[in-house]
């Protein structure tokens, strides 16, 4: 899955046992299975982005996705978009390390950064149900951008319950769609939304 990036990611394995352990980043309960449901998980987004492409990763909390896909993906440019405190300086941090030139980062809330960040992906990763993923996320594309979210078995609900509130008609999604992977034996869900760029969705 990684190729030519599996020892940076290796290194940034170390970070999350142990730097993000000892932060509270990462439960340590979460140690023993960091590749099968953290790594190997986010990985299946690297080849959902276009190539070149400028990504978000809204709540970043320790750099999952945005982390791993900037290691996989040295051609994209990556904000990680992260609120807290302790959890940017240790985003900061890792990026210095692993020497990751092309990846900023952001102490911001996503919906506080509308007019000021523009992407072509949004990614995310355990932040929030879709319908408030959506308000957040959707904003910060560029006409025709996409939304990558890594969700599980409820997938599809949360994609009903985007639709019932209305957040998705508001940006132009008229097809939303599941994506899904496998990785090391499990199925991995991407709901993917495409803003489409029109007067109704600004």
């Known amino acids: 899955m990684f190729g030519d990036a ?24 979460e140690v023993p299975r960091l590749w099968e449901r953290h790594l190997l998980n986010c990985s299946v987004l690297a080849d959902l982005v276009p190539g070149g492409a400028s990504v978000a990763d809204v709540g970043s909390g ?10 996989q993906r040295p051609d994209l440019s990556v904000t990680l978009v992260e609120p807290l405190l ?25 919906e506080d950064l509308v ?8 990614v995310a990763r355990a932040v929030a149900p879709l319908d408030r993923l959506a308000g957040w996320g959707l904003p910060l594309l560029c006409g025709d951008g996409v939304l990558l979210a890594l969700k599980g ?8 319950a985007a639709e019932q509130s209305g957040v ?25 939304l495409v803003r489409r760029h029109s007067k109704e969705a600004g």
Do not use: C, K, M, N
């Open 6 to 29: 599996l020892p940076a990611v290796v290194r940034y394995a170390d970070w999350l046992a142990h730097v993000g352990v000892e932060r509270g980043l990462l439960g340590p309960r």
């Open 62 to 71: 320790a750099g999952l996705p945005g982390i791993v896909v900037a290691l």
């Open 86 to 110: 302790r959890r940017a300086t240790f985003l900061t941090q890792v990026v210095a390390d692993l020497g990751l030139r092309r990846v900023d980062v952001v102490r911001a809330r996503a």
């Open 115 to 122: 007019g000021v960040v523009t992407v072509d992906v949004v």
């Open 153 to 160: 078995e409820r997938a599809s609900a949360e994609i009903a």
């Open 168 to 192: 998705l008609r508001r940006f132009g999604v008229t097809e939303p769609e599941i994506v899904v992977r496998t990785v090391g034996g499990d199925p991995t869900r991407v709901v993917r």
